[in-house]
């Protein structure tokens, strides 16, 4: 043995950091080595500070929704059945079930890329103006969202869209428990 090993060979010297996390990780009683705080780097913040503003959300969950409406779209136009499909043939029954789900998939497109933007615009909005995260911010973009997406059939059914998105919002909110 050389001088360089006695830590090996004296049980009361301090153990190496990769020894001590074993150590406690085994029940020894030991302290885990803390490990220093990292700053972030100027590229970090940079992108921290873009992905911060509303703008670009609202942008990111219009693009994530509209994607979103396309497989929906998608789904649900292969499930619709033609009236006199017995009359048509095979090859008919193909391009009219193809038509549908391309008409589909656009109109879902549509409507979940306009939610999306709608929804994260308005909460991103409305939690900067109030500098505050909680289930209010929710509740407002879920009304706005409600009550543009139903504001074609008139105030009733822009009052009952508001209401209904608003109440699915924090129901959706509660199970995934964002703001605790």
Known sequence: MSEG??????????????????ASSSGSGESKVVEPLRLPTFEEMKAQDMFNNCAVK?????????????????LFGALDNP?????????QQFVYAAKQMGSK???????????????????????????????????VAGCVTGGLLSA????????????????FSVVIEKIFDRHT
């Open 83 to 91: 009236i006199h499909a017995e009359e048509m043939t095979a090859r």
């Open 105 to 139: 998939s656009w109109h879902m497109a549509k409507t979940f890329a306009v939610m999306g933007a709608v929804f994260s615009g308005t909460e991103c909005v409305v939690e900067k103006a109030r500098a505050k995260h909680d289930t209010t911010n929710t509740v």
């Open 5 to 22: 090993d006695d830590s090996t060979s004296n049980p009361s010297s301090s153990p190496t950091p990769s020894a001590a996390s074993s």
């Open 152 to 167: 074609r059939a008139g105030p009733q059914a822009a009052c009952l869209g508001c209401a209904g998105f608003a109440a």
């Open 58 to 74: 609202s942008v990111i969950s219009g693009v994530m929704g509209g994607g979103m409406g396309v497989f929906m779209g998608l």
